[in-house]
């Protein structure tokens, strides 16, 4: 199933075909039995055990994150970035890594345009850390309500959500993160940066 290489031979040897002898052979998997592996397999393979060494690869990673960022504005000649902050994880993340590449460069944290755009179901609660982490960072800050454009959005497409039902289905949760990417995509446009 993975080693493709004996296709490819026999199309450039077609003439030789038919010189090839086929042998069929049963070779049954008992369908009740388990097949155990041989070997112990980590739970999270890519991730070490030893906090150390876990410690040390993430360090690795980040600083993989933060050069490649580094690299693409300094061969695209731009200087600034624009990034959603929601208030979780990946988000913040992602901003520290934005962080690092324009200290790296020299560049004032001004030129990270981080912009948090609150939804339908957005709590006060990562609502607040979007905005604290940005005021910790010391970048641009920037708060767009989505909704007003979210919910012209499914009236247009006449969703059952813009006359009252309460269907919360995956146009409903799409419409939202397009919302989001849209506005990013035109922040950027609008800065002369590129999206995170």
Not at 64 to 91: E, H, M, N, Y
Not at 107 to 121: E, V
Not at 170 to 195: C, K, M, P, W
């Amino acid at each position: 199933m993975r080693q493709t290489t004996f296709g490819r031979s026999t199309h450039r040897h077609a003439d030789e075909v038919a010189q090839f002898d086929v042998i069929e052979f049963p070779l049954p998997i008992p369908a009740d039995a388990k097949l155990p592996l041989e070997r112990r397999v980590a739970r999270f393979p890519y991730v070490p055990a030893d906090s150390a060494r876990r410690d040390e690869r993430c360090n690795e990673v980040y600083n993989i994150q933060v050069q490649a960022l580094l690299q693409r504005l300094q061969s695209s000649g731009i200087s600034k970035v624009v990034i959603g902050i929601s208030g979780g994880l990946d988000s913040t993340h992602a901003l520290l890594v934005c962080a690092k590449a324009i200290d790296r460069l020299g560049l004032p944290l001004a030129n990270i345009l981080a912009c948090t755009m609150p939804g339908f179901a957005t709590s006060e609660r990562t609502l607040r850390q979007a905005r604290e982490l940005m005021e910790v960072i010391g970048c641009t800050a920037g708060e767009i309500d989505i909704r007003p454009s979210c919910a012209q959005m499914l009236t247009d497409i006449g969703h059952p959500h813009s006359s009252g039902t309460e269907q919360y289905d995956i146009t409903y949760e799409n419409v939202q993160a397009g919302e989001r990417t849209s506005h990013l995509f035109r922040l950027a446009n609008f800065n002369d940066a590129i999206v995170i």
